[in-house]
């Protein structure tokens, strides 16, 4: 099996944040198009890993139309993404024993890229501790990243220790930008992780997806 393959990869959706900026509520939830926000996002990252997996807290049946296993933070009080990156990371670990690393992604980022699991997977072949970072357009996306399972106890000693800025944890370990190009829809730039944070950057979202439809 080659290093950083499909089946050595858990993909982890974070949708454990508290979505102030939107209102609260479950932003992965928010429509978009025929479907969700959510929907867009598993159907882009589904075939490029072996398992995908739901970071979220609270009662899990609210995604239970989704099929997908539900894992809440193993840290307490909603601590920032690196707490659902860890949560991935322990699911892999006793669910998915050929996994090596976990790919996380945002709810809230419906454009990712097709070939996003393999170019990161390729960009850290050679480092089994660093953490592939995607980019785009000079901007690192620190929640879209391949973790070494092998990392989650220095994770979570971090977490517990009151560490919460993802960069400064993955500079640890050594933190790999990968540089992914803008699409185009419409004849306008679209960013592959722009990210809808709020009800505005939600219409926009749509708009771009209204774009996309030939």
């Given at each position: ?157 971090a977490l517990r220790s009151g560490l919460r800025k993802v960069l400064a944890w ?45």
């Amino acid at each position: 099996m080659a290093t950083g393959s499909k089946e050595q990869i858990v993909g982890v959706v974070l949708a454990g944040g508290l979505s102030r900026r939107m209102g609260g509520g479950d932003k992965g939830l928010a429509a978009l198009g025929a479907a969700t926000m959510i929907d867009s996002v598993i159907a882009r990252i589904g075939p490029q890993v072996s398992r995908l997996v739901l970071n979220a807290n609270g009662d899990p049946a609210r995604f239970g139309r989704l099929g997908l296993p539900v894992v809440a933070d193993t840290v307490e009080g909603f601590v920032g993404p690196l707490a659902g990156v860890l949560a991935g990371l322990r699911w892999a670990h006793d669910k998915a024993p050929t996994a090596r690393h976990v790919l996380s992604v945002s709810s809230d980022a419906p454009f990712l890229p097709a070939d996003l699991a393999c170019r990161l997977a390729g960009a850290v072949r050679e480092q089994p501790t660093a953490i592939a970072i995607a980019r785009s357009g000079g901007e690192l996306h620190p929640v879209i990243g391949l973790w070494p399972v092998a990392l989650a106890d220095d994770l979570e000693a971090a977490l517990r220790s009151g560490l919460r800025k993802v960069l400064a944890w993955t500079d640890r370990h050594g933190t790999v930008p990968v540089d992914f190009a803008f699409s185009e829809a419409g004849g306008e730039p679209v960013d592959p992780f722009f990210n809808a944070n709020t009800p505005g950057e939600l219409d926009e979202a749509r708009r771009l997806l209204a774009l996309m439809r030939p």
